[in-house]
């Protein structure tokens, strides 16, 4: 048989033969009959044979060519469902060997949920498509090494992403996240259960460790991809003079990630929503930058960090949230955005994308996640399905 690793980028394969078996004399006929094309190969000058001779000859031909078929078409076999069982196998490829591929577009579920609604797919998928050359990585704290989810599962959404070549799914172990961070003594003495904003706190840390470590683009699971963007070491303000923390990149080792988690330690006050977060970005950048008003569609510059525009990702700012899921005459263009963030903790899953309602949101999941669109209207047909009892 043959194991196939992702060693580089999507498409690209290296195959690796298993050895033969090679266990003393137990070796398989496969080997034995590959061993013998190998050491007896065809003599060029060889004497006139008999027929039974050149008989056998083409036997060995034909069952040289349908065991080289057989392989190739393992193989083929290989290439296109090596990501369709959920979560990974250990022999594929670890979390920390996906990360060091460098370049990753990370996103995060620090809730228990393992089913990602329709907004977290259409994030993860867009994303997918517009970095088609990248590793787009969702790390969820609700899987663990032992879940075991089969081909009958009912979670669509793992099928569904999972059918994207270079999107992994792996458990969120905070532990080894924060490992060789000056995270790692905050959470040892930190109580989950006594935290009131845990779930957005630790998602808070996560991000920052993870982005410290292997560099890459961290991105909420509202926010849908519409452009590459260009810039390696960025935050994204929500409006003048504020940062967010809900989409910025850096390179590994960044220097800037490491203060925001030394002042993620010693400014910690679990209890102020944002305090971990924007609020934690926007005082690390002030005290590189004097930050200024944006004029027009600008980005700004300090230390060689790009502050990009609100208009980058945030051109419907938060206290006009609703306006996402209202019927536009004219949808808008984004033309200056990268990515569009929904403020979903804003909504908190009040309104949802509806098939038909040829809202905004609807015309952003058509066009950016097609996949997870069908999706959602195949489950719109089922759900007006006529029931037995109807």
Not at 103 to 124: D, N
Not at 154 to 178: C, D, G, H
Request: glycine letters at 4%; one cysteine or more.
């Amino acid at each position: 048989m043959l194991q196939a690793v992702w060693v580089s980028s999507p498409g690209s394969w290296a195959l690796q033969e298993s050895n033969c078996h090679r266990q003393g004399k137990k070796r398989s006929w496969k080997c034995r009959f590959v061993r013998t094309i190998i050491q007896h190969p065809c003599r060029r000058h060889a004497p006139k044979r008999s027929r039974k001779a050149r008989m056998l000859r083409k036997i060995q031909i034909c069952l040289c060519f349908c065991f080289v078929s057989g392989i190739l078409y393992e193989i083929s076999l290989l290439s296109s469902c090596v990501f369709s069982y959920l979560p990974m196998a250990q022999h594929y490829l670890t979390p920390e060997q996906v990360l060091n591929l460098g370049k990753s577009i990370i996103f995060l579920e620090t809730t228990e949920r393992l089913e990602p609604p329709p907004l977290v797919s259409c994030s993860v998928e867009s994303a997918a498509r517009i970095y088609q050359d990248r590793p787009i990585i969702l790390f969820m704290r609700g899987l663990t090494n032992e879940t075991a989810l089969d081909l009958n599962t009912s979670y669509a959404a793992f099928s569904l992403l999972s059918s994207m070549k270079n999107v992994f799914i792996f458990p969120l172990q905070m532990e080894t996240v924060f490992q060789e961070t000056p995270l790692l003594q905050w959470y040892h003495q930190v109580v989950p259960e006594q935290e009131k904003n845990w779930v957005h706190v630790s998602s808070d840390a996560s991000r920052l460790a993870l982005i410290w470590k292997y560099g890459g683009i961290y991105m909420d699971t509202d926010v849908i991809s519409i452009r590459p963007i260009p810039q390696q070491s960025f935050l994204a303000a929500q409006k003048s003079r504020f940062s967010s923390n809900g989409i910025f990149g850096f390179p590994a080792r960044h220097k800037f990630v490491w203060d925001c988690m030394e002042n993620f330690v010693l400014k910690y006050n679990g209890n102020i929503w944002g305090n971990q977060g924007p609020f934690l970005m926007t005082r690390m950048l002030k005290t590189l930058c004097n930050l200024t008003d944006f004029q027009g569609t600008e980005d700004h510059s300090c230390q060689n960090i790009s502050f990009l525009n609100p208009q980058r990702f945030y051109p419907i700012p938060y206290p006009a949230w609703s306006r996402y899921y209202q019927v536009w005459d004219k949808s808008p263009s984004f033309n200056h955005s990268y990515a569009l963030h929904l403020w979903n903790f804003m909504n908190r899953n009040r309104k949802v994308v509806v098939a038909g309602s040829n809202t905004l949101a609807e015309k952003l999941y058509k066009t950016y996640c097609p996949t997870t669109y069908e999706d959602l209207i195949q489950n719109a047909k089922h759900r007006d399905l006529p029931g037995p009892e109807d």
